[in-house]
């Protein structure tokens, strides 16, 4: 089991940036797949970016383009930068692996 704490959450006008940081406890952190998920007060919660153990990634068709994320093994943290943000990516975004998840921080896009 891994523990999470996700920051950087916060309020942004459309159009800004922020990123968000997890930082991961417990060993074997590089070869754990690392994902940010985001739950709306519509929708459930959703995938929103991947990263393996190897550096490949995935994202939402809603975030491709717009969001990166990266991780650092020395580190034992994953980022996330989101772009061009809009009022539709308001939400609590988490960090998780497997079946650890962190407890969530806060993003408000304001229109």
């Known amino acids: 089991q891994v523990q999470l704490v996700e920051s950087g959450g916060g309020l942004v006008q459309a159009g800004g940036s922020l990123r968000l940081s997890c930082a991961a406890s417990g060993s074997v952190f590089s070869v754990r797949t690392m994902a940010w998920y985001r739950q709306t007060p519509v929708d459930s919660r959703e995938l929103i970016a991947l990263?393996?153990?190897?550096?490949?990634?995935s994202y939402a068709d809603a975030v491709k383009g717009r969001f990166t994320i990266s991780r650092d093994n020395a580190k034992h943290m994953v980022y996330l930068q989101m772009n061009s943000l809009k009022p539709e990516d308001t939400g609590v975004y988490y960090c998780?692996?497997?079946?650890?998840w962190g407890q969530g921080t806060q993003v408000t896009v304001s229109s």
């Open positions: 990263i393996t153990g190897t550096g490949s990634t």
């Open positions: 998780q692996s497997y079946a650890s």
